[in-house]
């Protein structure tokens, strides 16, 4: 649930960029965060299930991620204005980190073959 308030709020407030004609800062506020959080479920995923070789396949991606995310957040400027308080946009990529670590559990780290819930 708090993955799709993140997501959900993530695309309104990258829309909102767009709709009002900042078409760079618009996509990187679309790009970053979900890049900050792919690199975080990733990492978790990779500690959860993997071998050594796919953890420290784990942490090097996630740290490219990271700093891919964070750097086209950086450099377009883009910011953050949620319930009358402003974010910087690096700020709303390390929630995306938080999001995407608290987020991920066991059943979406291992690709659970019977698909979602068992079925």
């Known amino acids: 649930m708090l993955l799709y308030i993140y997501m959900l709020l993530t695309l309104a407030m990258a829309g909102s960029a767009l709709w009002k004609g900042a078409i760079y800062p618009g996509i990187a506020g679309l790009v970053g965060p979900t890049l900050c959080w792919f690199a975080a479920s990733g990492l978790k995923g990779s500690f959860m299930v993997?071998?050594?070789?796919?953890?420290?396949?784990?942490?090097?991606?996630?740290?490219?991620?990271?700093?891919?995310?964070?750097?086209i957040i950086y450099h377009s400027g883009y910011w953050v204005g949620l319930f009358g308080y402003d974010f910087t946009g690096v700020t709303w990529c390390l929630v995306g980190l938080a999001v995407g670590w608290i987020g991920t559990s066991r059943r979406h780290a291992a690709m659970d073959p019977r698909g979602p819930k068992g079925k």
């Not at 071998?51 to 891919?68: E, W």
């Open 50 to 71: 993997g071998t050594s070789r796919q953890k420290l396949a784990g942490i090097g991606n996630a740290i490219a991620f990271v700093a891919v995310g964070v750097g």
